[in-house]
C-alpha cells in the first residue's frame, strides 16, 4: 500500500519524474506532459498524489515543490543520477577496482553523468584508442594518471605540449623507469618545456588510468581478476570533467614532480634498510 513517502516517491516513475523536474522550477501541466512525453490522463493523478501528500503545491496554472518536496527531491536526485551512471555500465563497474577511487569521490560518482566505454578492438591492441587519441589531440590543457608503459606514449604527449598545450604527467616509478631508459630524449624534451609537469608517484602501480581535460574525461580502472585491459569510461560533462580532475589533483599530491632525470634516480627496492 502506498501510505508512506517512500512508497510515495519510488514505486512510481511518473511521480519520481514530476518532482526531479520540478527542482528545476514551477512548470504548467503541458509543460510536464511534454518533458515526461505522457498523456494529461497519466499524469493528473500522479500530480493529484503528490499535493496530497504536501510534496507539491499549486499556484493558479503553475505547480511547483513544496518545502519538504524540494527536501526528498534534493536528496533523492543523487541516487538515481548514481543509479543511472552505474546502470549505463554495469558490468565495466562489478569488475573494477573501485577502491583505488578515493570515497569522496567514488560518494559523488552520480557527478559523471552519461559515459560510454571505450577500449582497443582486438585488431588494433597494440595502437592507441583512436576516441582518446582525437579528444587528446582537441583538448587546450590535460592532466593524465598513466600507469601502464605504451610505446607511443612518449612522443605522442610530447606532440600534445610541443601545440603549447599545459600538459601534466603522472607516471608509478616503473613506468617512469622505461620512459627514461628507451625515451630519454623525448622525456628530457617533455621535462624542459614551459608548459609541462611529469610527476612520479611511489607505490602507485595500480592508480587509475586518468585524462582530465577541458573537453573530455576518461578513467581506467584496473580489473579485478585479470591484467590490465585498457578499457576506459569516458564522459563529457561539465560534472565529470570536474570530477576527473579531482581524482588527478589527489593522485598529484602523493606524487613528486621530476625536473631533471639527470639528477633522477630509481629507489632501489631490493635493498632494505639495517
Known amino acids: 500500500m502506498e501510505n508512506s513517502l517512500l512508497d510515495l516517491v519510488l514505486l512510481s516513475e511518473k511521480r519520481k519524474n514530476?518532482?526531479?523536474?520540478?527542482?528545476?522550477?514551477?512548470?504548467?501541466?503541458?509543460?510536464?506532459?511534454?518533458?515526461?512525453?505522457?498523456?494529461?490522463?497519466?499524469?493528473?493523478?500522479?500530480?493529484?498524489?503528490?499535493?496530497?501528500?504536501?510534496?507539491?503545491?499549486q499556484e493558479k496554472d503553475l505547480y511547483r515543490l513544496s518545502e519538504i518536496g524540494k527536501i526528498v527531491a534534493d536528496k533523492m536526485k543523487p541516487l538515481v543520477d548514481t543509479l543511472f551512471v552505474l546502470e549505463e555500465n554495469t558490468d565495466y563497474w562489478a569488475d573494477r577496482e573501485v577502491s583505488y577511487i578515493p570515497s569522496f569521490l567514488l560518494r559523488r560518482i552520480n557527478e559523471f553523468g552519461h559515459c560510454t566505454t571505450i577500449e582497443p578492438q582486438i585488431d588494433h591492441m597494440f595502437e592507441m584508442i583512436p576516441e582518446y587519441v582525437k579528444n587528446t589531440e582537441n583538448a587546450k590543457k590535460l592532466a593524465a594518471a598513466i600507469p601502464y608503459f605504451h610505446p607511443l606514449f612518449p612522443s605522442f604527449y610530447l606532440?600534445?605540449?610541443?601545440?603549447?598545450?599545459?600538459?601534466?604527467?603522472?607516471?608509478?616509478?616503473?613506468?617512469?623507469?622505461?620512459?627514461?631508459?628507451?625515451?630519454?630524449?623525448?622525456?628530457?624534451?617533455?621535462?624542459?618545456?614551459?608548459?609541462?609537469?611529469?610527476?612520479?608517484?611511489?607505490?602507485?602501480?595500480?592508480?587509475?588510468?586518468?585524462?582530465?581535460?577541458?573537453?573530455?574525461?576518461?578513467?581506467?580502472?584496473?580489473?579485478?581478476?585479470?591484467?590490465?585491459?585498457?578499457?576506459?569510461?569516458?564522459?563529457?560533462?561539465?560534472g565529470a570533467l570536474a570530477w576527473g580532475k579531482e581524482l588527478y589533483d589527489y593522485y598529484e599530491r602523493l606524487s613528486r614532480q621530476i625536473n631533471d632525470i639527470n639528477n633522477y634516480t630509481m629507489p632501489d627496492r631490493t635493498k632494505t634498510e639495517v
Open 18 to 57: 514530476v518532482l526531479l523536474l520540478l527542482l528545476e522550477g514551477p512548470k504548467d501541466i503541458e509543460t510536464i506532459k511534454k518533458a515526461l512525453n505522457a498523456s494529461a490522463t497519466s499524469v493528473q493523478p500522479q500530480v493529484k498524489k503528490l499535493k496530497e501528500k504536501h510534496l507539491i503545491v
Open 159 to 238: 606532440k600534445i605540449a610541443e601545440k603549447e598545450v599545459p600538459v601534466s604527467l603522472i607516471l608509478p616509478e616503473s613506468v617512469l623507469k622505461r620512459w627514461v631508459e628507451d625515451y630519454r630524449e623525448e622525456t628530457e624534451k617533455f621535462i624542459k618545456m614551459e608548459n609541462t609537469r611529469l610527476f612520479v608517484c611511489a607505490d602507485c602501480e595500480r592508480l587509475p588510468a586518468i585524462a582530465a581535460a577541458d573537453n573530455f574525461m576518461a578513467m581506467a580502472l584496473f580489473p579485478k581478476n585479470t591484467v590490465f585491459d585498457r578499457k576506459y569510461v569516458i564522459c563529457f560533462e561539465p
